[in-house]
């Protein structure tokens, strides 16, 4: 079983940076893809970023593309969201997630962790 914990949510002011940590158990976490998704009060789920398993390809939602930056680190089995230059549209719960083997989906998810952007 694959836990993922997220960390380094808070509240932050418009203009303002974050980094959101996610954190794995297990011994296979470089052999994935990971990803993460956000979710605003009374909107669906929403990709924000990708990263292939050794951090060589990136995809990023139009919506953040130049603002976040994804990355990794696999020896210490976690992937990290850099948050610069928020926006209040950014507030969300954020998750991050294991792009299943097939790499059509995603298979494991975190419990989230909030991201408040104040104006």
């Known amino acids: 079983q694959v836990q993922l914990v997220e960390s380094g949510g808070g509240l932050v002011q418009a203009g303002g940076s974050l980094r959101l940590s996610c954190t794995a158990s297990g011994r296979t976490f470089s052999s994935y893809a990971m990803g993460w998704f956000r979710q605003a009060p009374g909107k669906e789920r929403e990709f924000v970023a990708r990263?292939?398993?050794?951090?060589?390809?990136?995809y990023y939602a139009d919506s953040v593309k130049g603002r976040f930056t994804i990355s990794r680190d696999n020896a210490k089995n976690t992937v990290y969201l850099q948050m610069n230059s928020l926006k209040p549209e950014d507030t969300a719960v954020y998750y991050c997630?294991?792009?299943?083997?097939?790499?059509?989906?995603?298979?494991?998810w975190g419990q989230g962790t909030q991201v408040t952007v104040s104006s």
């Open positions: 990263i292939s398993w050794n951090g060589d390809t990136r």
């Open positions: 997630a294991r792009r299943s083997s097939l790499g059509i989906d995603y298979d494991y």
